[in-house]
C-alpha cells in the first residue's frame, strides 16, 4: 500500500484540509520560509487544519544559498519551532538552487542551516532536492547521506536517487497533481514504506484515522480494548468500528469526539491503564483436623486371648480368607517349627 502525500505552499489557495484528508492523503509538507525574511502567507492555516483532520504534517523551508544561513535557518525556527510537536516530521531543507555561488559555497551554508535546526529541535531535518542539480551542479555531496531524502523526480514512480544515498524516503513524483478540495495543481508524493515505517521518523506517536493500517494501529486497538472499548477483533485496520470505540473514548475522557487519533488521545491511551478487577482475597483455608495415629495390633496379644470360641473361629476364618494361601502355609510351618 503507497502512502499518498502532497505538499503546499500559498499557491494551492485556500485548502480543504477535511475533503483533501478523506481522499486518503496520509500526510502533508507546508512551505513555511523562505530565505533570510520571507514566511508562506498560508502556513499558520495549512499547519492548524492538517493537525484537526489528522494529516501527519511537515514543514520546510525553501534555501537561499545567497543569504546567512543561520539567519534562514532562525527564520524558520521562529515560525514553526513552538508549534513543531512530536508526531510531525522533521523540518524539511528545500535545496534545488544555486544563487549565483559556487558548488563548495552552497554545501556549507546548506550544513550551517541544518545544523542549527538539528540542534534546536533534536530532529535530522529531511533534505529535499533533484537529482540533476545535486549530481551536475552540486557535484554529488556525501556529507547529507545520513539525512532521510526527499527527491523529486517526476513521470515515474522508481524515483532515480542520487549517488550520495542509497535510497529515499519521500519521492515528489508529479507537479501537476489534481485532488478535490485543492483549485488548480498540486504536487503529489509517495513515502518509501509503511505507516509503521513513517512512525519512525517522528519522535511521537503517528496521529491515526480510518483508512490507518499497520502495528501501530494494532497498538490502538489493543490500547482501547483493555480501556473498555471495543474495536472489534484486533487486526491493524482502522476502520468504522475502531472509529467509534475512539469517539467513546473521546467522549469518557472529554477529548474532541473526532475518531482521529492525535497527540491528546494517543497521550491519554497511554498513560490510563484500565483499573484492575480486585482479586478476592481467599478464605483462609481451616486447619485440618490430623488424623488419628493408626492403632498398632499385636496378633500375639490377640492369640493370647483365643478361646475356640465361636465369634473367634469366624474371626479366623475371615483373616484365612484375606491371606494368600502360600502366606499361610509359610506361617503354618514357622507356628509348628517343622
Known amino acids: 500500500m503507497v502512502l499518498e502525500g502532497i ?25 513555511a520560509t523562505e530565505g533570510a525574511s520571507s514566511t508562506d502567507p498560508s502556513f499558520s492555516r495549512n499547519w492548524t487544519n492538517m493537525k484537526t ?37 522533521p523540518p524539511v531543507l528545500d535545496l534545488e538552487i544555486l544563487d549565483g555561488l559556487d558548488a563548495r559555497t552552497v554545501i556549507n551554508n546548506a550544513l550551517k542551516w541544518i545544523s542549527v535546526i538539528e540542534t534546536a529541535t533534536g530532529r535530522k531535518p529531511i533534505v529535499y532536492t533533484y537529482p540533476v542539480f545535486w549530481e551536475d551542479k552540486l557535484g554529488n555531496p556525501t556529507q547529507f547521506s545520513s539525512y532521510p531524502l526527499w527527491v523529486a523526480n517526476f513521470e515515474t514512480r522508481t524515483p532515480f536517487v542520487p549517488g550520495a544515498w542509497r535510497t529515499w524516503a519521500f519521492h515528489q513524483y508529479s507537479e501537476s497533481g489534481r485532488i478535490q478540495g485543492i483549485q488548480g ?79 491528546a488521545t494517543w497521550t491519554a491511551l497511554r498513560s490510563t491503564q484500565p483499573t484492575p478487577t480486585p482479586t478476592p482475597t481467599p478464605s483462609p483455608m481451616p486447619t485440618p483436623t490430623p488424623a488419628p495415629a493408626p492403632v498398632s495390633i499385636s496378633l500375639i496379644n490377640v492369640a493370647k486371648s483365643y478361646r475356640s470360641l465361636p465369634h473367634q473361629d469366624q474371626a479366623l476364618n475371615w483373616l484365612q480368607g484375606q491371606i494368600p494361601q502360600e502366606v499361610i502355609e509359610e506361617f503354618a510351618k514357622r507356628w509348628r517349627q517343622n
Open 7 to 31: 505538499d503546499v505552499s500559498t499557491y494551492q489557495g485556500d485548502v480543504d484540509w477535511a475533503t483533501v484528508a478523506n481522499q486518503g492523503i496520509l500526510y502533508a509538507f507546508a512551505k
Open 53 to 89: 483532520f489528522g494529516v501527519v504534517r511537515g514543514a520546510y523551508h525553501f534555501f537561499r544559498p545567497a543569504k546567512d544561513p543561520t539567519v534562514q535557518a532562525n527564520n524558520f525556527l521562529q515560525l514553526v519551532k513552538n508549534s513543531l510537536e512530536a508526531s510531525d516530521l
Open 185 to 263: 495543481n498540486v504536487d503529489l508524493n509517495q513515502f518509501n514504506g509503511t505507516l509503521d515505517d513513517l512512525q519512525k521518523l517522528l519522535k511521537g506517536k503517528v496521529p491515526l484515522r480510518v483508512g490507518s493500517r499497520g502495528q501501530v494501529v494494532l497498538e490502538l486497538q489493543q490500547l482501547l480494548k483493555a480501556n473498555g472499548f471495543d474495536p472489534g477483533t484486533p487486526d491493524g485496520a482502522f476502520g468504522t468500528r475502531t472509529k467509534s470505540a475512539v469517539v467513546g473514548y473521546q467522549q469518557a475522557k472529554r477529548l474532541a469526539p473526532d475518531g482521529i487519533v492525535g497527540a
